[in-house]
Antibody, heavy 120, light 109 residues
Framework: QVQLQESGPGLVKPSGTLSLTCAVS?????????WSWVRQPPGKGLEWIGE???????NYNPSLKSRVTISVDKSKNQFSLKLRSVTAADTAVYYC?????????????WGQGTMVTVSS | EIVLTQSPGTLSLSPGERAALSCRAS???????LAWYQQKPGQAPRLLIY???SRATGIPDRFSGSGSGTDFTLTISRLEPEDFAVYYC??????????FGQGTKLEIK
């Protein structure tokens, strides 16, 4: 059974870069699925950040596109998020998730989430 | 950008009652790409319904989804104590790729 685990610093300084990694276990990142990052500010709803396919193709939320890079490391079976020029508005729980294409065409696997606070 | 509006924002019901949660899209959404998630405090979202009406693996049959075009509904036939949570609808199909509704909080009356 596929599992996802986020890791990375829990505190990032304003104007810095937020960097997170999602390790995929129990399955291959080279499957026919897309791998996403989704965030949730405290007490608020879910916001999709972007996604990557194992071949390296990416799609990003236009509202974040200028600051986001998502990459994949097939040798380590993981993918990563970099968000540049962060502000307090980027404080959130960050989830990695699998969008299972074809069936069920939804985010069927989620990591437990990791809280990232932007503060000096 | 397709905006998903969920209503009501908060729904107060008692165990055993029926719940109907609405998700309205600003433009037509492909039913193939409309999903519902449940989120409990401190937990990641859990997939409940995909393709607008299909239950995900392990989801009890008291959960059902319906709708098409711009109007979708998640129904919980008889509320169990563990069903009180926040529910999100989500669509995929147009820029920015995926969008979520703002959520409906289902609370115990």
């Amino acid at each position: 059974q596929v599992q996802l685990q986020e890791s990375g610093p829990g505190l990032v300084k304003p104007s810095g870069t937020l960097s997170l990694t999602c390790a995929v276990s129990g399955g291959s990142i080279s499957s026919s699925d897309w791998w996403s990052w989704v965030r949730q500010p405290p007490g608020k709803g879910l916001e999709w950040i972007g996604e990557i396919y194992h071949g390296g193709s990416t799609n990003y939320n236009p509202s974040l596109k200028s600051r986001v890079t998502i990459s994949v490391d097939k040798s380590k079976n993981q993918f990563s998020l970099k968000l540049r020029s962060v502000t307090a508005a980027d404080t959130a729980v960050y989830y990695c998730a699998r969008f299972s294409s074809g069936w069920p065409n939804a985010f069927d696997i989620w990591g437990q989430g990791t809280m990232v606070t932007v503060s000096s | 950008e397709i905006v998903l509006t969920q209503s009501p924002g908060t729904l107060s019901l008692s165990p055993g009652e029926r719940a109907a949660l609405s998700c309205r899209a600003s433009q037509s959404v492909s039913s193939s790409y409309l999903a519902w998630y449940q989120q409990k405090p401190g937990q990641a979202p859990r997939l409940l319904i995909y393709g607008a009406s299909s239950r995900a693996t392990g989801i009890p049959d008291r959960f059902s989804g319906s709708g098409s075009g711009t109007d979708f509904t998640l129904t919980i036939s008889r509320l169990e104590p563990e069903d009180f949570a926040v529910y999100y609808c989500q669509q995929y199909g147009s820029s920015p790729g995926y969008t979520f509704g703002q959520g409906t909080k289902l609370e115990i009356k």
